[in-house]
């Protein structure tokens, strides 16, 4: 049994590693009404996606050395709060503009816990036990993965784009209160050192120089390239092209969690049996045959639900594949 303070900060690391999966799927389902309401094309609508992500990208190549300068407690606060104002800003949205300014906002806030889940870990344990509870951590991923679209899809049937956006004040809210009033602060030894530049950029340049690492690195920021312009065409294609409602979107974006899931768990098996370059090339063959058969279905056959999912599924295993052996 673990103690309190381990426990406590386990919540968090689960609600912060969660945040970003739930903060980039739960509105999917309502893409198509948002370029109605803001009287938007498709493509300004999905661009709120990409300014999501890029707020998570830039931000987290900071996270790490200021909390080990001031430590993980007041990084995770800095970056809840910046998360909630990014939040409010969409809420309050009047333009497909500061929707998207909003989300970049929202991003950056939302990069702290992105960071930092994986460091608070590390602060409590190593080895074998990290490798465990990392392990177990990955079923609420999973799970979140699955759970947002539908979620999303319910708030958007039944209340609107901007339900999904009041969820997620209530989530960080959450978090902001178990962080400051409940969380004992994991680091230990504050490093102020590590917040001057000269240092930030030494590390990088010297992890840069790395050719191994920027190779697997490479291979999974291309991987997640597809899954996002993946997620990012999928509202457009099955709700506003094949005219699923909301709701059934969301239910089949769960499936694509459960394929995920089942993908990891065909990894674990074939890890013992062969080895990572060959898993890694077979992710990178199942991708390709994806893509292949999706330029195919687009020039030659009819839209349809079944011709989109076969691909689809093949390219949620492949990219598991590569994304759980690249890191």
């Known amino acids: 049994m673990y103690s309190r303070p381990i426990m406590i900060a386990m919540m968090i690391v689960v609600l912060s590693a969660t945040l970003f999966q739930v903060s980039a799927d739960i509105y999917l389902p309502s893409l198509p009404a948002i370029a109605v309401f803001f009287h938007c094309s498709l493509g300004q609508a999905q661009l709120t996606i990409s300014y999501f992500i890029a707020g998570v990208a830039v931000t987290a190549l900071w996270y790490g050395p200021i909390s080990e300068g001031i430590g993980r407690r007041w990084t995770l606060v800095i970056g809840i709060g910046i998360g909630i104002s990014g939040t409010l800003l969409c809420l309050y949205a009047a333009h ?28 409590y344990f190593y080895g074998k036990k990290l490798a ?142 062969i080895s990572i370059k060959t898993i890694l090339l077979y992710g990178i063959g199942l991708m390709l045959l994806s893509g292949v058969m999706l330029l195919g279905i687009s020039y030659w056959f009819k839209y349809s639900i079944i011709l989109f999912m076969v691909p689809i599924i093949l390219f949620t295993i492949g990219s598991t594949f590569i994304f759980l052996n690249c890191f």
């Open 96 to 123: 497909i503009a500061q929707l998207q300014v909003g989300r970049f906002i929202q991003g950056c806030g939302v990069g702290a816990g992105t960071v930092l889940w994986r460091t608070v870990l590390r602060d």
């Open 132 to 273: 465990q509870v990392t392990s177990f951590l990955l079923i609420f991923m999973v799970l979140s993965m699955m759970m947002a679209p539908i979620l999303g899809g319910y708030l958007q049937q039944y209340s609107g784009w901007h339900a999904s956006f009041v969820f997620l004040l209530l989530w960080l809210f959450c978090i902001l209160i178990i962080v400051l009033f409940l969380f004992a602060e994991s680091n230990k030894h504050h490093h102020r050192h590590k917040l001057s530049l000269n240092f930030i950029f030494l590390s990088y340049r010297q992890l840069l120089a790395q050719r191994r690492f920027m190779v697997f690195t490479a291979m999974g920021f291309l991987t997640y390239g597809g899954l996002l312009t993946l997620f990012t065409a999928a509202p457009v294609v099955f709700i506003h092209g094949l005219g699923l409602r909301p709701i059934t979107f969301g239910y089949m974006m769960m499936l694509i969690g459960i394929i995920t899931g089942v993908a990891g768990w065909l990894n674990a098996k074939l890890s013992h049996q």
